[in-house]
């Protein structure tokens, strides 16, 4: 059966413009703020959400005042998605130098070359395999279409920006109050650990005295982590949260218990609290690490049909490349090849340049650089393949990086790089490929959006490398920021998947790894693996995570599950679960834009007030001046745990009740 020609929703003699400046300006702007949300999210949550959704939503709602048209819209989409996929790149690898100590604090001039540099390959490998990946391969690509489908639906009339806009502010303002360097007079959370009465063991002939306990601990008034619980949905949610509970319920209490003389440090002024907590953070951590190595592995392997055939397609693809000749449709030119392939070349210049810096070796860095250029555009193919399969928000990129680290690491250790050195030029490596996959995939997730509306390539591909170059540039300041305030690898900002690659990094070149540990936690992963139990790495992620963050994801998993057997039970047809699905989708991403920006802009806040010296003092300690105000001002030195928890009914409402009235209209 002779295969149905495919017709864009934008014909290919279309004279519409497209890449205009109004559509550049726009998208980078959205690059900038999504990227800032997104860094937060990812370093609090161990989780990303594509932009693409709110992207396309703004676009549609700023570009429709400005008489803007659909290709415009897709232009200024496109280059926003890039801040999101370049953020998820680096929050994975980059926050590891301040985690594994080789930086005492986040360094711009190096962050944001490895952010460009890998940022840039990743676009430049996806111009190469777009005919491949995007036109020829069968691949469903499912966020693509659903995006292609919410830009259509917009052409109409309503394009959903109400919802998303309303929801940031909510989110903000709920931030302002809830953030202890804000207008503080909600508490996220309450917590204890409860003592139980102590137990007598005979071991080896002696009686020993244990002590074990239980841990409470609500979940985070988080509208932003409820919403994220909401867009992956109650399975992902809860295999989430059943990490949380093996690690805080199960092994922390475990920990204690095997632990006696853990009892002197609460004699010695330390609560049982404290105790957990550093129980957690000593040896569940490690722990989860890992189960998270050989769980990413897992995943791998459970892929590697889809990897072959990524890999088989990227090179096929490479060598069957052609010039375009002769005139050709709009729809089909990419930019130039030969112009990309010296462009890839010229950037192995300043990579060879950063890991000399980093590994203080010339034939070192020669060889990672020839080995990144190779990997990169594997990993690029594969990141591109595995997002037209299971869409950008589902791409395993942390697999393909500790991959990358892997391979970095033993080859660094055989040319005898180790130490700081070492250290510092295996997670450069990781940053590139982890940033360049990011890009990759998502670049993939937009070129199919751009060929289902009738976009040109060559624009789209540019438009991607601006929204690299100034989002590469600018995102670094908000990392910093969110470090200087919130510090990286605290319960705050625990960033799991940057503390994975740090341990494996000091581990294998620094000598530092707490190998007991992490090869329990390899057994467990090997355990659930034998039982079948679903995603291993989401249940070690879990585990790493602080428990009230995982709590908070699974009630917005819930309400999610509360929503869809509603509708299930009215008997909804299909266009009105997805218009309900969609609502709730978009609140939630507002929900996570608005909490997660205003907790960049408090970091930008305080660190303005710490650098000018007008930061308030209280009870000895520096607070906000905001903060200082919410004692001073109106009198509340104690934030409200109730009032955070009532959060909880107002989230119901937004995410239940306005997606079902949306359904009805």
């Excluded at 509306?453 to 690299?468: N, Q, R, S």
């Excluded at 929503?563 to 679960?577: F, G, Q, Y």
Aim: contains cysteine; proline residues 4%; charged residues 15%.
């Amino acid at each position: 059966m002779e295969k149905q020609k495919f017709k864009p929703y934008v014909p290919a003699d279309s004279q519409l413009s497209e890449l205009t400046f109004k559509a550049i300006i726009l998208g980078v702007g959205m690059a900038i703020v999504l990227g800032a949300a997104n860094a937060y999210l990812g370093m609090k949550a161990g989780l990303t959400v594509a932009a693409t959704f709110p992207a396309a939503v703004v676009a549609m709602a700023a570009l429709r005042v400005m008489k803007g048209n659909i290709l415009e819209e897709n232009i200024a989409r496109t280059t926003a998605s890039v801040g999101e996929a370049l953020v998820a790149g680096a929050i994975f690898t980059i926050p590891a130098f301040v985690i594994s100590g080789v930086w005492d604090h986040l360094h711009y001039i190096e962050s944001t070359l490895i952010m460009l540099i890998g940022g840039t390959l990743g676009v430049l490998f996806v111009t190469i395999l777009r005919r491949s990946m995007v036109e020829e391969a069968d691949l469903p690509f499912p966020e693509s279409v659903a995006a292609a489908e919410i830009v259509k639906a917009g052409q109409g009339g309503q394009t959903g920006a109400g919802a998303v806009f309303a929801s940031m502010g909510l989110a903000a303002i709920w931030e302002l109050f809830k953030n202890s360097n804000g207008i503080q007079l909600i508490k996220d959370y309450a917590h204890d650990f409860f003592q139980f009465s102590q137990s007598k063991i005979e071991m080896l002939g002696q009686k020993v005295t244990y002590g074990g306990g239980f841990l409470f601990e609500t979940p985070a008034a988080s509208p932003a982590l409820t919403g994220v619980g909401f867009i992956v949905g109650l399975r992902v949610a809860a295999v989430l949260f059943a990490g949380a509970v093996m690690g805080w319920i199960v092994l922390v209490p475990l920990g204690i218990f095997a632990n006696p003389s853990l009892a002197a440090h609460v004699a010695n002024g330390h609560s049982w609290l404290d105790v957990a907590t550093e129980v957690w953070l000593k040896q569940i951590r490690p722990f989860a690490v890992g189960t998270m190595i050989v769980a990413a592995f897992y995943t791998l392997y459970n892929l590697k049909d889809s990897l072959i055939a990524g890999i088989s397609k990227a090179i096929r693809d490479l060598q069957a490349k052609k010039e375009h000749k002769g005139e050709v449709s709009r729809l089909e030119i990419d930019l130039d090849f030969k112009k990309v392939v010296i462009a890839i070349i010229g950037l192995a210049i300043p990579m060879f340049i950063l890991y000399e810096y980093f590994a203080h070796s010339y034939f070192s860095a020669f060889i990672l650089t020839v080995i990144l250029i190779v990997l990169g555009f594997l990993f690029a193919a594969v990141a591109g393949y595995l997002v037209g399969l299971v869409g950008s928000s589902n791409n395993p990129i942390s697999g393909l990086t500790l991959s990358s680290l892997l391979i970095a690491a033993v080859l660094l250790v055989a040319l005898g790089v180790k130490g700081t050195h070492g250290v510092l030029a295996v997670l450069g490596v990781a940053g590139v490929i982890c940033t360049s996959a990011g890009i990759a995939g998502d670049m993939t997730q937009d070129l199919k959006v751009g060929h289902i509306l009738g976009g040109t390539p060559w624009k789209m591909e540019l438009a991607e490398i601006i929204g690299v170059i100034v989002a590469a540039l600018v995102l670094v300041f908000p990392m910093i920021a969110m470090d200087q305030v919130y510090h990286i690898g605290s319960a705050e900002l625990p960033a799991p998947q940057a503390g994975l690659m740090a341990l494996m990094a000091k581990g294998i070149v620094g000598g530092e790894m707490s190998w007991p540990l992490v090869l329990a936690g390899m057994f467990f992963a090997l355990g659930l693996i034998m039982i079948s139990s679903p995603s291993p790495m989401l249940i070690a992620v879990g585990m790493y995570l602080p428990f009230h963050s995982t709590a908070a994801i699974f009630v917005g998993g819930v309400i999610r599950w509360i929503l869809d057997t509603i509708l299930k039970k009215r008997n909804a047809s299909e266009e009105e679960r997805v218009k309900a699905e969609n609502k709730g989708v978009l609140i939630s991403s507002g929900l996570i834009a608005g909490e997660a920006l205003m907790a960049v802009i408090l970091a930008f806040v305080v660190l303005g007030e710490r650098l000018s010296g007008v930061e308030r003092i209280f009870n000895g300690q520096p607070v906000s001046s905001l903060k200082y105000f919410a004692i001073h001002g109106l009198g509340v030195e104690n934030p409200s745990v109730i009032v955070g928890l009532l959060v909880f009914i107002g989230l119901i409402y937004l995410l239940v009740n306005v997606p079902l009235k949306a359904a009805k209209k």
